[in-house]
Structure formats: structure tokens, C-alpha cells
């Protein structure tokens, strides 16, 4: 299979839905020289011949939230920007699960740095996508010799592309040392996240996660986690500061992002944790999660945009302003 054929059919580039093939973008292009792009990654589960996006508004909202630090303009309103995704991935036509990645970059062939005055430009692509990191078994994960970038020189919470260098060095060093994924630590020494999720440890019954001020990215699946634990677990989560010593002492760790769904950790820096498998806390919250993004709990609808449907559902998307239709 060529790679087109794998990456899809269409794409939205040049303010236009066109083929895949010629959304092209110039080598003087400023993103392409440094780094200055925002990106997303959104996923479309795919159940009962639809495609449910999950979350789509929020992280249409987080990307404007990027943009505007690099002084770029999405071309649209999140409302039309929902509406345009879902529009290309019913063109794609895929029946399988998907991953959309959005991306709006200065485009302007010039060397000077400065991001003022700048043409910005917005593509948007859609790749089947099945698990990024493996969900069936714990993770061998060590914490990397590399810091994460602080919110002082370029800030984790904007999804720059640039900022991946530091994650793409992470993920890169775990992999020679035989590891499946890491963890940054900051500057000072406590946890951050890992290369490309966030993370989660249950101690003495307790769910923490890293504070939003330990440059982490902001991630939708941590707020996800973070709610669906309260409501269906009854577990609050507890956002402080981690140390490295405490993931060694942890009952379970998880990973948590788009492309990682939930992923249990079952070693940090070959130190087992819990029984090295998928703890039941992990196990539970993977099973809830699986239900929710896959349209099978009513009660979270309002986080799913199904792309293919017709029909009105009850409880509609408030967060879209958008009907669900199935
Ligand atoms: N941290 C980083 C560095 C990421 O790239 C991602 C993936 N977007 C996440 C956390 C998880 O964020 P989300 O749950 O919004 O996908």
C-alpha cells in the first residue's frame, strides 16, 4: 500500500477539501524552518458503522488557546472548525478508528524570526489510527535523562510542534534503552508527564496527577479521567506535585492521552509496579473509558460528535452547540 492510500484520502488545505497528495507546503515556509505550527490530536472511535470524535470542541478550544501564543488566527469559529472535521472525515469515508490531526502554522517564506505579520495557514488530515502505546499490559516506561521544556522558554500547555523536540528526545532514549515510553522529569526534579500523555498514580487508595503548573500539556483524557473517576468511581482525584521516588512506591500508574487512551505502567526504571500487569483502578477506568468514547453511555453523549448519522439524539451536544445525530 502506497502511503497516501494509508494516510487517507482527502485533506483540508488551502482553505479547500483537496486530495491528500497535494496539500503541500513550501520548504521556506517559517513552520517548516521553526517549528512555529499548533497541532491537535483527536481521535473518532469507531462503533456501529459510526465514527464518534471525542471531545472535538474542547480540543478545537485548546488549539486557539495555542494558537493565539504563536500570534496565529484559526481560519474559523471552533463551531465551524467541529463542523469542517467532521465534513472530512465523512469524505474520507474510513470504518475504522481514526485519529484527526488538525495544524495551523506561519507559513510565510521569510528567515526573520519574529511571528508578527505573519501568513498563517490551517491543514487538517485524518489517519487510521489504532493503539499508540499497547493497552492490554503494563508499560516499560524509565524516566528520562531529558527535562521537560519549562513553561519559561517554550510553554507545554500551547501543543507547539516545535516544543516536540523535547518529547521526540524522550521517546527517542527510551526506545535505544528497550523502554516503551518516558517520563520527564522538570527541572526540579518532580514528575511532569510522559512524552506525549499525561500521567496518573494511585497510592493508598488515592488518584493524583500532576498539577497544570508542572509543564504538562492540559490534557482532555486528564480532565476526562479526572471526572469520570468522581462520578463513577467515586475517586477524587488529588493534583500536587509528584516525586520521582513515589512512582517507584505507587499501587498502579497510568498513562493518559488521545493517542494513549488509558495505558497502565507495569514498570518505571525496571521497578515493578504493582504486579507489573494493569492494575484494577487502571482496569476499571479503561473499561469505563472504552464505553464512553465508543457511544455506549448515554450519560456522556455530549462529549461525542458522530460524523456519519442522520438521525437526532436526545440529549444533543451542548459543548458543540451541534445536534448528535447517529
Ligand atoms: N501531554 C502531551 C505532551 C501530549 O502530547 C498529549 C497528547 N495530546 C497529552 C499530554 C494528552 O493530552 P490529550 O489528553 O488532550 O490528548
Not at 118 to 141: H, K, N
Not at 249 to 261: N, R, S, Y
Request: glycine content about 8%; overall charge negative; some cysteine.
Amino acid at each position: 500500500m502506497t502511503e497516501h492510500a494509508v494516510l487517507g484520502r482527502y485533506a483540508f488545505f488551502g482553505e479547500k477539501i483537496l486530495p491528500l497528495a497535494e496539500a503541500k507546503v513550501s520548504i521556506t515556509a517559517h513552520a517548516f524552518n521553526y517549528g512555529t505550527a499548533v497541532f491537535e490530536g483527536i481521535r473518532g472511535y469507531h462503533a456501529g458503522g459510526e465514527i464518534y470524535l471525542f471531545r472535538l470542541a474542547e480540543h478545537y478550544r485548546r488549539m486557539e488557546q495555542s494558537a493565539s501564543l504563536l500570534r496565529i488566527k484559526l481560519p474559523l469559529p471552533v463551531k465551524e472548525l467541529c463542523e469542517l472535521t467532521k465534513e472530512l472525515v465523512r469524505r474520507n469515508g474510513f470504518q475504522q478508528d481514526v485519529y484527526v490531526r488538525p495544524i495551523a502554522f506561519k507559513s510565510s517564506p521569510t528567515i526573520k524570526l519574529c511571528l508578527n505579520k505573519l501568513e498563517d495557514e490551517f491543514a487538517l488530515y485524518v489517519i487510521p489510527l489504532g493503539d499508540y502505546v499497547a493497552t492490554d499490559r503494563g508499560l516499560a516506561v524509565c524516566t528520562s535523562s531529558w527535562r521537560r521544556t519549562n513553561d519559561t522558554a517554550i510553554p507545554a500547555r500551547a501543543k507547539i510542534t516545535g516544543s516536540y523536540v523535547n518529547s521526540a528526545l524522550a521517546a527517542s532514549e527510551a526506545d535505544e534503552n528497550g523502554f516503551d515510553e518516558a517520563i520527564l522529569l522538570n527541572e526540579d526534579g518532580h514528575v511532569s508527564e510522559g512524552s506525549g500523555m499525561n500521567l496518573f498514580l494511585l497510592r493508598r487508595g488515592r488518584l493524583i496527577t500532576t498539577p497544570v503548573t508542572a509543564n504538562i500539556l492540559e490534557g482532555i483524557t486528564r480532565e476526562t479521567v479526572i471526572e469520570i473517576a468522581a462520578k463513577e468511581l467515586g475517586l477524587e482525584t488529588q493534583e500536587r506535585e509528584i516525586d520521582r521516588s513515589e512512582l517507584y512506591f505507587a499501587d498502579e500508574i497510568f498513562f493518559c492521552g488521545t493517542g494513549a487512551q488509558i495505558a497502565s505502567v507495569g514498570s518505571v526504571d525496571r521497578k515493578q509496579i504493582g504486579d507489573g500487569g494493569i492494575g484494577p483502578v487502571t482496569s476499571r477506568l479503561q473499561k469505563i473509558y472504552q464505553k464512553i468514547t465508543h457511544g455506549q453511555d448515554p450519560n456522556y453523549y455530549h462529549w461525542l460528535s458522530p460524523v456519519y448519522s442522520s438521525q437526532t439524539v436526545e440529549a444533543g451536544n451542548q459543548e458543540t452547540g451541534v445536534r448528535i445525530e447517529r
